[in-house]
């Protein structure tokens, strides 16, 4: 029988496979909340786990208590994990992969792709992109510090233009990193809608541009159908998906092939907002992932308002 190309490991360096090709890109404030983590270990949602990003300031590298306390769950589980980095300093972000590698961490991610006003008013984020300079020199010191980490970056299709891309792919694979997430849009694009078409035209240029590295393509993939469409479309070596779990917690178990209860939405909704919080932070929250996963427009969205004490 022949295994679905989304249930097939990949080994992305010596020392790291994902067990899928299907893996969940990071949203910040939605799946920092252990709730989630939880929610999805418990109902197989996931088999690997990148968690949002942590930023990681010039001079402020955290200690492995520190990271010890914060990763330790994700660790006991024994799930892949791989850590994403905020930040631009070359010595910082690799004293921070070693003290990561310490505790027990194999896989880093370098952020070059987050848009808020904020990260890309600190130079880091997107804000890296206007730099391939600098993100090679970011990628070579973690290496150098720690070459048992396997290294990956999230991008975006450029600062500007995908006019960069050549540029920007050409220093992620001088800076050593073993594989690349790539979301299609530009840094001002944010979330706004890019045609079809143009999507698989930078994924495939930085398919290209990127080999001999594996690329993991990233945006707007909603179903099943979209992740195929995909991977035929781009070559990509797998899919991550970010808003999408939320309408659906099966999709990535669907693309691996495993088989998946009934719509189980509402109850992981009502999963992520278990835990930590109570009262009128819970119910906020409650509304955001209705929110993200549905629309702002959507009969879900309302019902959820009216019902919001
Ligand atoms: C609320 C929110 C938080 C996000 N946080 C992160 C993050 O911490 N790290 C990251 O690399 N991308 C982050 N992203 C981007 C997503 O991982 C993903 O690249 C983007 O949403 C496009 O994929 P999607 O259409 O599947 O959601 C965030 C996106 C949203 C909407």
């Known amino acids: 029988m022949t295994v679905p190309f989304f249930a097939q490991p990949i080994a992305l360096s010596d020392s790291f496979t994902l067990p899928s090709r299907a893996i969940l890109s990071p949203l910040e404030g939605i799946m920092n909340r252990e709730a989630f983590f939880k929610a999805a270990v418990s109902m197989g949602l996931i088999d690997s786990w990148m968690p949002p990003f942590i930023a ?4 402020a590298a955290p200690s ?7 990763f330790g769950l994700f660790l006991e589980s024994n799930i892949p994990l791989s850590i994403q980095l905020l930040g631009n300093d070359p010595d910082t972000l690799a004293e921070t992969g070693a003290a990561l590698f310490r505790i027990g961490v194999r896989s880093v991610n370098l952020n070059c792709a987050c848009p808020s006003r904020t990260v890309l ?4 984020g997107g804000a890296l992109l206007k730099n391939p300079g600098r993100i090679r020199d970011i990628l070579c010191a973690i290496k150098e510090k720690t070459p048992g980490l396997c290294l990956s970056v999230k991008t975006r299709s450029g600062f500007r233009s995908p006019e960069e891309i050549p540029s920007l792919m050409e220093a992620v694979r001088e800076g050593g990193a073993d594989w690349v997430l790539h979301h299609f849009r530009t840094v001002p694009e944010t979330y706004e809608t890019v045609p079809f078409e143009e999507a698989i035209r930078r994924l495939r240029l930085v398919v290209r ?3 001999p590295l594996p690329v993991f393509a990233n945006g707007d993939i909603r179903t099943a159908e979209d992740a ?7 070559s990509c070596a797998g899919i991550a998906v970010g808003r999408g779990i939320m309408r659906d917690p099966f999709l990535l178990r669907k693309l691996r092939g495993a088989a998946c209860p ?8 009502k999963a992520l ?3 930590e919080i109570a009262g009128k932070k819970k119910r906020r929250f409650h509304l955001e992932c209705v929110k993200m996963a549905f629309g702002e427009s959507s009969p879900e969205f309302r019902e959820a308002l009216q019902n919001s004490p």
């Open 56 to 59: 990681v300031p010039k001079g």
């Open 64 to 70: 492995t208590g520190a990271l010890r306390r914060r």
């Open 121 to 124: 008013s600190g130079g880091s």
């Open 209 to 211: 541009k990127a080999a």
């Open 228 to 234: 195929e469409i995909m991977v035929k479309e781009t």
């Open 262 to 269: 009934p719509d189980m939405c509402p109850a992981f909704l």
């Open 273 to 275: 907002s278990g835990g």
